[in-house]
């Protein structure tokens, strides 16, 4: 359902948004322990093997406890009088509970049974297109070339064969990048987090500018939510770990963020007769910042297994953080380590569009300087 032309909710629900998301990390946090539990029960424990970094069996199934935290904060959301229009006027938070459900059950079932790589890779296109089929897709595309009429660069008006590809194309490509960072205790909830904080702190801007349009409620209800749900099982999950959230997990983090971003920039038009290129390129920016750490090792680990021949789905010991151990971080370092290199590539995106670009570029510079010489002070004394 549209909202009229203008239609605004005055100021913004800030606290509410807040409340749902602690409520999702309380629930997630708390159901965590009884999933550990059905996990041992049913034999979904992840042995080591020779690529692994843990050395003792671990239950799995942490994203179904985080799937059903995330149900119970949209239930609460949807509950609040001024939340409750974020599913009036779109369907987007249920096309999110069926999607990720969907994705979670095909998780649940490889965590306990390690399916192969092609029936996961139908699984997700599946559920990518549910969410297509309710609506979560790119209708317009900001390109920096081109332009005329005051614009710099091009809009691309995209039709719905055209934004629902791409759409899907962005659910499966970060739900297998996701699943590709997942290596070390804490990780991909702590970079779920990052980016969901990221892109949450973007949305609510965007509800600013737009004046408080409800059009603009879903993004942050669903970076809210899973913010919630990385930020609850994070306690069982980092370095030693407990528990892992398993692919059930991964993926869910990986669609929930790829829709957050679809919803947050695929529907975002430049304010006409702009001029300025950080401000018109800023939603693309974001979500290339928040999803660039994830992406990255996926690129790399592509790249890197074709050249050998091999499957792109083959696994090996050469991710970001096989590197950072090999270069002899501790565990918790490594992690800790790409939770800084995240934070300053997706902080400092979305600090683009809120204050002097001038000013963003000195201290992304520092944050950057930090990390490389943080990242490399183990080679340095070994020297």
Same mark, same amino acid.
């Given at each position: 359902?549209?909202?009229?032309?203008?239609?605004?909710?005055?100021?913004?629900?800030?606290?509410?948004?807040?409340?749902?998301?602690?409520?999702?990390?309380?629930?997630?946090?708390?159901?965590?322990?009884?999933?550990? #539990?059905?996990?041992?029960?049913?034999?979904?424990?992840?042995?080591?093997?020779?690529?692994?970094?843990?050395?003792?069996?671990?239950?799995?199934?942490?994203?179904?406890?985080?799937?059903?935290?995330?149900?119970?904060? *949209?239930?609460?959301?949807?509950?609040?009088?001024?939340?409750?229009?974020?599913?009036?006027?779109?369907?987007?938070?249920?096309?999110? =509970?069926?999607?990720?459900?969907?994705?979670?059950?095909?998780?649940?079932?490889?965590?306990?049974?390690? #399916?192969?790589?092609?029936?996961?890779?139908?699984?997700?296109?599946?559920?990518?297109?549910?969410?297509?089929?309710?609506?979560? %897709?790119?209708?317009? #595309?900001?390109?920096?070339?081109?332009?005329?009429?005051?614009?710099?660069?091009?809009?691309?008006?995209?039709? %719905?064969? %055209?934004?629902?590809?791409?759409?899907?194309?962005?659910?499966?490509?970060?739900?297998?990048? *996701?699943?590709?960072?997942?290596?070390?205790?804490?990780?991909?909830?702590?970079?779920?987090?990052?980016?969901?904080?990221?892109?949450?702190?973007?949305?609510?801007?965007?509800?600013? %500018?737009?004046?408080?349009?409800?059009?603009?409620?879903?993004?942050?209800?669903?970076?809210?939510?899973?913010?919630?749900?990385?930020?609850?099982?994070?306690?069982?999950?980092?370095?030693?770990?407990?528990?892992? *959230?398993?692919?059930?997990?991964? *993926?869910?983090?990986?669609?929930?963020?790829?829709?957050?971003?679809?919803?947050?920039?695929?529907?975002?038009?430049?304010?006409?007769?702009?001029?300025?290129?950080?401000?018109?390129?800023?939603?693309? =920016?974001?979500?290339?910042?928040?999803?660039?750490?994830?992406?990255?090792?996926?690129?790399?680990?592509?790249?890197?297994?074709?050249?050998?021949?091999?499957?792109?789905?083959?696994?090996?010991?050469?991710?970001?953080?096989?590197?950072?151990?090999?270069?002899?971080?501790?565990?918790?370092?490594?992690?800790?380590?790409?939770?800084?290199?995240?934070?300053?590539?997706?902080?400092?995106?979305?600090?683009?569009?809120?204050?002097?670009?001038?000013?963003?570029?000195?201290?992304?510079?520092?944050?950057?300087?930090?990390?490389?010489?943080?990242?490399?002070?183990?080679?340095?004394?070994?020297?």
């Amino acid at each position: 359902m549209i909202p009229p032309e203008g239609y605004a909710v005055a100021g913004l629900p800030v606290r509410e948004f807040a409340l749902v998301a602690l409520v999702t990390a309380a629930l997630t946090f708390l159901l965590t322990g009884l999933v550990r #539990l059905f996990a041992i029960r049913i034999g979904a424990v992840a042995y080591p093997r020779t690529r692994d970094v843990h050395v003792v069996p671990m239950p799995r199934l942490g994203g179904l406890a985080m799937y059903l935290g995330i149900c119970g904060g *949209m239930m609460v959301a949807h509950q609040l009088p001024v939340l409750r229009r974020a599913f009036d006027f779109a369907l987007d938070p249920i096309a999110v =509970l069926i999607g990720g459900g969907l994705i979670v059950a095909i998780g649940v079932l490889d965590d306990r049974f390690e #399916l192969d790589s092609l029936t996961k890779l139908a699984g997700q296109t599946t559920s990518a297109g549910i969410l297509v089929l309710f609506g979560i %897709q790119w209708m317009v #595309l900001w390109v920096p070339w081109g332009g005329d009429g005051g614009y710099f660069g091009t809009v691309l008006i995209l039709d %719905q064969n %055209q934004g629902g590809l791409l759409a899907i194309l962005l659910v499966v490509t970060m739900v297998n990048a *996701m699943n590709f960072v997942d290596g070390l205790d804490g990780l991909a909830s702590g970079i779920g987090f990052i980016a969901a904080v990221a892109t949450c702190a973007f949305s609510l801007h965007l509800l600013d %500018q737009s004046g408080g349009s409800v059009n603009n409620y879903p993004p942050i209800l669903i970076s809210a939510t899973l913010a919630g749900a990385c930020l609850g099982f994070l306690p069982h999950n980092f370095q030693p770990a407990r528990i892992f *959230m398993g692919d059930s997990g991964s *993926m869910l983090i990986g669609l929930m963020l790829a829709t957050a971003s679809t919803t947050m920039s695929g529907k975002t038009t430049p304010t006409e007769g702009a001029t300025n290129s950080i401000a018109l390129f800023s939603p693309l =920016l974001v979500v290339a910042a928040v999803l660039f750490i994830p992406l990255l090792d996926l690129l790399m680990a592509v790249i890197r297994r074709t050249r050998r021949g091999e499957s792109p789905f083959s696994a090996d010991k050469m991710h970001l953080h096989h590197r950072l151990l090999e270069i002899g971080h501790s565990q918790r370092r490594a992690v800790l380590l790409i939770y800084l290199w995240a934070a300053v590539i997706a902080f400092g995106a979305v600090s683009v569009s809120l204050f002097d670009a001038f000013i963003v570029a000195w201290g992304m510079g520092i944050g950057v300087l930090v990390a490389v010489i943080v990242s490399a002070i183990p080679r340095l004394r070994s020297r």
